[in-house]
């Protein structure tokens, strides 16, 4: 397993205890870093880079989604990138931060008649892909960035979550 350094931060009630949270994180973005470094060549610092993961509720991610991103609104994650780096390339030390809305996860889910844990590693491994460089502005982008993460929660052991789906993720 790729190692990452995560740092996790709780700021909710409802969401599991953080040692349980930093192991299925671990495995979450171990795997994700591990498919990215084997099959897709992206390269890793020597020092395992280090990722924050923040645990909120919808009032805080639509703060901060107004503040960053001018959409007065909760969401589902944010990806705070701590350096620019394209895909493909050397990130920094630092990956970033990751901030997921539980409510958001939780509703989400059951809408796409998914377990809370399945959805939840997409968001994570959606999330890590972007501090790596990602995005899906333009459907060029999303196409690349879908595919990597279909195949990175294939090797998980889950489905295609864009399979039958009008839901892609919102720019």
Same mark, same amino acid.
């Given at each position: #397993? ?24 671990? =495995? ?9 470094r ?6 890793? &610092?020597?020092? &395992? ?34 350096? &620019? ?5 050397? &990130?920094?030390? #630092? ?6 809305? =539980? ?13 809370? @844990? ?7 491994v ?6 790596? /460089?990602? @995005? ?10 879908? /595919?990597?993460?279909? =195949? ?13 789906? @009008? ?5």
């Amino acid at each position: #397993m790729a190692e990452l350094d995560i740092q996790i931060s709780i700021e909710n009630i409802g969401w599991p205890e953080e040692e349980t949270l930093l192991a299925f994180c671990g =495995r979450v973005l171990g795997a994700a870093a591990v498919y990215l470094r084997d099959s897709e060549k992206q390269p890793f &610092p020597t020092m &395992p880079p280090e990722v924050s993961l923040v645990f909120t509720d919808d009032a805080s991610i639509q703060d901060i989604n107004a503040e960053w991103r001018g959409k007065d609104k909760a969401t589902n994650v944010l990806s705070f990138p701590a350096f &620019p780096v394209q895909p493909g390339k050397m &990130p920094g030390p #630092m990956l970033g931060d990751i901030i997921i809305a =539980r409510e958001t996860v939780e509703r989400e889910a059951h809408e796409l008649e998914k377990s809370f @844990d399945d959805h939840l590693t997409h968001l994570l491994v959606h999330g890590f892909l972007h501090l790596l /460089g990602y @995005d899906h502005m333009n459907s060029a982008e999303a196409e690349i960035m879908e /595919g990597l993460e279909t =195949r990175i929660l294939a090797q998980l052991g889950l489905s295609d979550p864009y399979e039958g789906q @009008d839901l892609k993720m919102e720019p």
